[in-house]
């Protein structure tokens, strides 16, 4: 008899999470897989090994006897995955993401590099583009994931996804007649020079009554009514509408997020980052 080590561990998934919907969450699997799994593990060892009751699962005596190996036997192995896939790449390397970007995934990203690379150190800031961009130039940054426009792109930027720009406000606060009030991310970042200019090639008067230091803050005060916004299409969230005025407006250009290494020869931990880096997050 072989037992299959993925179907030891969707077995002890679906008994430590009492049941299979969230055993198959857990796996990021399907719910028929893993079904299928416990089903061909059953029919190996010859013996009934969950019992139900109601919505959950637990395990049947035999099912009990061979958690305890089943545990065992994938730990032991994950372990040796681990000490073979890990590599002799050593060095530190300092990346940048903006906000916009899921910290959570960009942290299972970098989690999963250091497992791979236990000899490497990862120093991760979070800050908006234009700024991530200044501290790349000043090789204070060896990696950042970048928000920028077509002008803005270099031929050595790897293209994660793009992301269109658009105007949102709130469904009881549209401005739709007279002066607009612009919602803003400030003067560094290059969402304001794109609505004043389109707002003043469409004539449309208008004036800064708010700038903020995040996406967070932009999306609140649209939220709360106190002016229009510019937005990535990805950013909008609640209860924002797209701006019915900007019909009269010219398209924003769309946003491109990309990967991007600071001047010079990247490091070798920097390039395989990178690779990492697009490959989890570049859009198929």
């Known amino acids: 008899m072989q037992l299959d080590i993925e179907s030891l561990r969707t077995f002890a998934a679906v008994v430590d999470l009492k049941g299979m919907t969230r055993a198959a969450e857990s796996l990021e699997i399907s719910q028929s897989a893993v079904s299928w799994k416990i089903k061909r593990l059953e029919e190996k060892v010859g013996r009934s090994l969950l019992i ?49 970007i899921s910290t959570a995934r960009m942290c299972a990203v970098l989690s999963r590099f250091n497992r791979i690379h236990p000899r490497t150190s990862i120093e991760f ?67 304001r020079p794109l609505a004043r200019q389109a707002l003043t090639n469409a004539a449309i008067p208008f004036t800064v009554t708010f700038s903020g230091p995040s996406a967070a803050s932009v999306i609140g005060a649209a939220e709360a009514g106190l002016g229009v916004a510019v937005l990535a299409e990805s950013s909008m969230r609640g209860d924002l509408i797209r701006w019915p005025r900007a019909d009269s407006i010219p398209p924003l250009p769309d946003s491109t997020y990309v990967a991007r290494a600071a001047a010079g020869e990247p490091s070798v931990v920097a390039t395989e980052l990178i690779s990492d880096i697009v490959g989890e997050l570049q859009a198929e």
């Open 52 to 100: 139900r009751e109601g919505h959950s699962l637990r395990p049947s005596r035999d099912g009990r006897e061979l958690l305890h190996y089943a545990r065992a036997i994938v730990g032991t192995h994950d372990e040796a995955v681990r000490r073979l896939e890990s590599s002799e790449l050593s060095g530190t390397v300092k990346v940048g993401t903006p906000e916009e």
């Open 125 to 191: 800031f979070v800050d908006r583009s234009f700024r991530l961009a200044s501290m790349l130039a000043l090789s204070e940054l060896d990696v950042a994931v970048l928000q920028v426009i077509e002008k803005d792109r270099r031929p050595e930027d790897q293209i994660l996804w793009k992301d269109p720009l658009i105007w949102v406000c709130a469904p009881d606060s549209q401005y739709e007649e007279g002066v607009v009030p612009l919602i803003t991310f400030g003067e560094g970042g290059f969402y």
